[in-house]
């Protein structure tokens, strides 16, 4: 157990629902991530919030939808998703003011879009 | 931009062997962080080792060492005695001081022979 907690950790839906994925970390951190994960792919990078203000979002479609309400919940709001998103969605979080402090990630959420 | 290159993507080990996974990474910052990241088959992703790049000696935990060389942007991991546990996917990453961004290479899975 990390500290840093994912739901649901499974999530199928079709390419016309509405979904959620929540991330809550119990470390104190002030920033929070979310990756998306797909086989043979480097992790991708798609939002990073600092302080609750969005400071990253690598042209990431805006099917995908952050929410941060505060240091230690983060959202991912889907809708109209796409077979290809199918992945693993893994939240982090660290201590942003700290370069030597390391990430500590959820389990993440393997979702499947049909 | 910087990227991170690990060029196994897979290798395999007998159990008590060393191994030694390979990592490289193209940077213009002098001073950084690089992490190994391990994660087990539908578990968790966790922090195994971390190195600072200021720091010309080279980090070790247990069983687990690395060999820094700044001058050829080159990080591999070193695992020694290895263990039936040590079977995962392990990821090289690099964090910006500049940015608060990690970046990740493509992982090498790591099978341990019995």
């Known amino acids: 157990e990390t500290g840093v907690t994912q739901t649901p950790r499974h999530l199928v839906m079709g390419m016309t629902n509405k979904k959620s994925l929540k991330c809550e970390q119990h470390?104190?951190?002030?920033?929070m991530y979310w990756y998306k994960q797909s086989a043979k792919k480097p992790l991708e990078l798609m939002f990073v919030?600092?302080?609750?203000?969005?400071?990253e979002n690598n042209s990431v479609p805006s099917r995908f939808s952050p929410e941060c309400p505060n240091s230690s919940h983060l959202f991912l709001h889907l809708h109209t998703l796409q077979p290809e998103d199918s992945a693993l969605y893994l939240c982090?979080?660290?201590?942003?003011?700290?370069?030597?402090?390391?990430?500590?990630f959820g389990p993440g959420t393997r979702l499947l879009v049909l | 931009a910087q990227t991170v290159t690990q060029s196994q993507p897979e290798m395999s080990v007998q159990e008590a062997e060393t191994v030694t996974l390979s990592c490289t990474y193209d940077?213009?910052?002098?001073?950084?962080?690089l992490f190994w990241y391990k994660q087990p088959p539908s578990r968790q992703m966790i922090l195994v080792i971390r190195?600072?790049?200021?720091?010309?000696q080279n980090a070790t935990e247990n069983r687990f060492s690395v060999n820094f060389q700044k001058a050829a942007k080159s990080f591999s991991l070193k695992i020694s005695d290895s263990q039936l546990g040590d079977a995962a996917m392990y990821f090289c990453?690099?964090?910006?001081?500049?940015?608060?961004?990690?970046?990740f290479g493509t992982g090498t899975s790591l099978t341990v022979i019995p």
């Open positions: 982090a979080s660290s201590q942003a003011v700290s370069n030597q402090e390391t990430q500590y």
């Open positions: 470390l104190g951190h002030n920033a």
């Open positions: 919030y600092n302080f609750k203000e969005q400071t």
């Open positions: 940077t213009s910052e002098s001073d950084y962080y």
């Open positions: 190195q600072e790049a200021y720091k010309q």
């Open positions: 990453a690099y964090r910006s001081p500049s940015r608060d961004q990690f970046y």
